[in-house]
T-cell receptor
């Protein structure tokens, strides 16, 4: 399974755009990139998934360069409720168990 | 929306007890997983199952077993609970787009 590397923590003010970058140099051809959000005492929640280029949904955007060795989760205009841990995972869409890293702890400040 | 339901939110058990953690999903997913989450260690995979009556060991299966008699239900069993099994336990089922997690069971072994 491709290993991922992401910053341990980030701080942001409310209303700002937050970009969290994840590197996955050994990503395989059939791997997708998926991001999850976890609040304290809750299970991780699926945010967005992509294979290449750009994916956008009502919550976030995911940017993936052509070489797919990294990806960037973009959260537009964050609020206090976006304070959470964000995990970047790489795998073949649920058929192989996902390996969670430490994630990025995002703190949004008023 | 897919729902993954874990039977208990909080449990307190005594050392040596046999403990059952139940997980039910309502979307006919074939793949189900059990993780535990501890501060500083992230989510670690205990067991997973790709089909009824099938099970595979994850990264930390020692002291645990699982049961999958029906597709929708995946049970984690602590044969003889110990204090080092105090943790947050998270069940998940997977689909092509990713994982859906339950809310977690916080187990305390005293």
């Amino acid at each position: 399974l491709a290993k991922t590397t992401q910053p341990i923590s980030m701080d942001s003010y409310e209303g700002q755009e937050v970009n969290i970058t994840c590197s996955h140099n050994n990503i395989a051809t059939n791997d997708y990139i998926t991001w999850y959000q976890q609040f304290p005492s809750q299970g991780p929640r699926f945010i967005i998934q992509g294979y290449k280029t750009k994916v956008t949904n009502e919550v976030a955007s995911l940017f993936i360069p052509a070489d797919r060795k990294s990806s960037t989760l973009s959260l537009p205009r964050v609020s206090l409720s976006d304070t959470a841990v964000y995990y970047c995972l790489v795998g073949d869409s649920g058929n192989t168990p996902l390996v969670f890293g430490k994630g990025t702890r995002l703190s949004v400040i008023a | 929306d897919v729902k993954v339901t874990q039977s208990s939110r909080y449990l307190v058990k005594r050392t040596g007890e046999k403990v059952f953690l139940e997980c039910v999903q309502d979307m006919d997913h074939e793949n189900m997983f059990w993780y535990r989450q501890d501060p500083g260690l992230g989510l670690r995979l205990i067991y997973f199952s790709y089909d009824v009556k099938m099970k595979e060991k994850g990264d930390i299966p020692e002291g645990y077993s699982v049961s999958r008699e029906k597709k929708e239900r995946f049970s984690l069993i602590l044969e003889s609970a110990s204090t080092n099994q105090t943790s947050m336990y998270l069940c998940a089922s997977s689909w092509e787009g990713g994982y859906t997690f339950g809310s977690g069971t916080r187990l305390t072994v005293v």
